[in-house]
């Protein structure tokens, strides 16, 4: 059975290049295997996004957010 683990992750949008920071930021955790599986309009501490992401815990990859 897959077993999955989750993060939330905040982007302000308070600067011009804030857009770039959060694709940069994205890419990165694409790279540590997290899938984005949903972004919303935020208004949580200033206009932005909210990205939820998951990823996949296998048997080498102990469970962990960072």
Known sequence: MKTFEYEILSFPMVHKT?????QATLNDK??????VVSISSSEFANI???????REI???QPSKTA
């Open 18 to 22: 804030a857009l770039i920071e959060m």
């Open 30 to 35: 694409g790279a540590d295997g997290w899938d």
């Open 48 to 54: 932005g996004h909210t990205a939820f992401l998951k």
């Open 58 to 60: 296998t048997s080498e």
